[in-house]
């Protein structure tokens, strides 16, 4: 009776859930204070999907490198540990939190900025709203340009989106001219 009981509420997904949490939900309190494991989950799971946009734009435009990758790893090493320091911020000046939402929010929103621009270059444009589209523009820009230099074409972007993001893809083209000689 009770195995039918636990059976209809416990599924194997939600313990495993409840398991995962149950070791991290700890460790995030002590690392970046209590209370703050929602604002640290987002930053993570923000952090994931833009690695999965950026693996997924990577292999779109060929332009995915190991030794790129790594600097990722690193990147987000450091992401993940500026919520730290501004934890430490403010407890030594005694804040309720401010520097570190203030800089987590911070990450957050910068890394929604890449996870989109990277959606955006893995061709996934129409899901992505045009105003969303707008408001990313020059991290989209600044995507481009670092793919192109790194040996991409720089046609990633589908020829009816160029007009509308005002994306200078001559002089692109022009550049790596130049460089390849």
């Known amino acids: 009776m ?9 599924s194997e997904g939600k313990l495993t859930a409840a398991a995962v949490g149950a070791f991290f939900a700890p460790m995030i309190d002590s690392i970046y204070g209590g209370g703050r494991l929602i604002p640290i989950a987002l930053l993570i799971a923000v952090i994931v999907l833009d690695w999965i946009t950026g693996i997924a ?6 332009t995915y490198s190991s030794e790129y990758g790594m600097f990722g790893v690193l990147r987000t090493l450091f992401l993940l540990a500026l919520p730290v320091l501004a934890k430490l911020l403010d407890s030594m000046l005694s804040m309720p939190g401010l520097f570190f939402y203030a800089i987590t929010l911070g990450i957050i929103y910068h890394t929604w900025q890449s996870l989109t621009a990277n959606a955006y270059r893995a061709g996934w444009e129409k899901w992505i709203p045009k105003s969303v589209i707008e408001h990313i523009d020059s991290e989209l820009k600044a995507k481009v340009e670092r793919a192109t230099k790194r040996g991409s074409s720089p046609d990633i972007i589908n020829d009816s989106d160029q007009s509308d993001l005002s994306i200078d893809n001559e002089s692109t083209t022009n550049k790596r001219k130049s460089n390849n000689g």
């Open 57 to 62: 734009a990577s292999h779109k435009d060929k």
């Open 2 to 10: 009770y195995k039918q009981i636990l059976s209809q509420y416990l």
